[in-house]
């Protein structure tokens, strides 16, 4: 019996707008992920990287996320990613990216925020939303879609460039590995880089999953993709739903870009849906599998779950502290 584990994360999304994946919407994401049919489940990803706040993953995701062709990067350290992105794009070539979605913290809304753990003295970081902007154009990135509590007020006007660490807000820990801030000059509003949130105020929930509850095509080619790329493979994984809407093109999904919100959100969707949204995960690897793997497909087993529950280690909201 596989067992789930769920993360949640207070996510506040500029509340403009953004309809539900209507023509503009679709066209949005179709811009920062072009919907191609995948022939490969290791081309699922491609063009497009990922970053884990390490709180928010679990051991081996990063290969797991490979495996499907996205770029991962996971560190506590802002100025860390931003050199494993210059330096992935500069060695890869043939596997640049161009898109880039951030599983972090929000911080209320106060810092996009990496950490190891809720700790005072854990390795921790901050970015400006600005900040992010500046530094990824010059990479060829140009779309940055933002999956974090309270997302929308992210992008407000006063702490768009530089943020405020004196904000009080008690989720705001001790920077213990800086603050990455735009330079003075930096002129976001000329910038190429589109940052996009969904557009409506919930609880973004991410379950956990085991490589095992992928059908056997899906998971020979994430063995073989992983073989390819020298890594060892991967065993369980954690998807959010923002992450499954995207992929699936999923008509719930709302978004908005370039806006913000002061307004929090404590909304939160029902369990099953993220449940339902696991299994449309599960259902369109195995699909993509089956493409790769023509006249090899097997209907998958579907393990008997108990309910999921909060996992504080990789939890967004932490349980029995305030979400951020």
């Known amino acids: 019996m596989i067992k789930r584990l769920t993360l949640t994360a207070v996510l506040l999304f500029a509340a403009a707008s953004a309809l539900a994946l209507d023509a503009s919407s679709m066209h949005l994401l179709n811009q920062a992920w072009p919907d191609v049919k995948s022939m490969h489940v290791s ?36 100025e860390e990613i931003l050199d494993e992105i210059h330096s992935h794009n500069l060695l890869y070539p043939e596997r640049r990216i161009a898109t880039l979605v951030l599983e972090t913290h929000g911080t209320n809304g106060n810092g996009l925020k990496l950490q190891d753990s809720y ?27 933002i999956s974090a509590c309270n997302s929308g007020r992210l992008l407000r006007p006063d702490i768009y460039n530089a943020l405020d660490p004196y904000n009080g807000d008690k989720l705001f820990l001790p920077a213990t590995c800086g603050i990455v801030n735009a330079s003075a000059g930096f002129d976001s509003v000329h910038s190429p880089v589109m940052v996009i949130t969904p557009s409506a105020s919930h609880i973004e929930t991410t379950l956990v999953g085991n490589v095992r509850e992928l059908a056997p095509g899906a998971r020979r080619a994430i063995l073989e993709s992983a073989q390819a790329l020298w890594i060892r493979p991967p065993t369980e994984f954690a998807i959010s739903d923002m992450m499954v809407e995207m992929l699936t093109r999923d008509a719930h999904l709302e978004l908005a870009v370039n806006r913000y919100v002061d307004r929090l959100s404590r909304e939160i969707q029902p369990q099953d849906r993220s449940e339902k949204n696991f299994s449309r995960f599960v259902r369109y690897v195995n699909a993509v599998a089956a493409r790769q793997y023509p006249g090899s497909a097997k209907p998958a087993v579907t393990a008997h779950k108990k309910p999921a529950t909060s996992k504080r280690p990789a939890a967004k909201n932490a349980p029995k502290s305030p979400a951020g």
């Open 119 to 145: 700790d005072r003295n854990a390795d921790r970081s901050y970015i400006s939303v600005g900040a992010l902007q500046e530094r990824l154009e010059p990479e060829g990135i140009y779309f940055v879609i």
């Open 43 to 78: 081309d699922i990803g491609r063009g497009v990287g990922v970053v884990f706040s390490p709180d928010l993953s679990v051991p081996g995701n990063c290969r797991f996320y490979q495996a499907l062709g996205f770029a991962c990067f996971q560190s506590a350290n802002w």
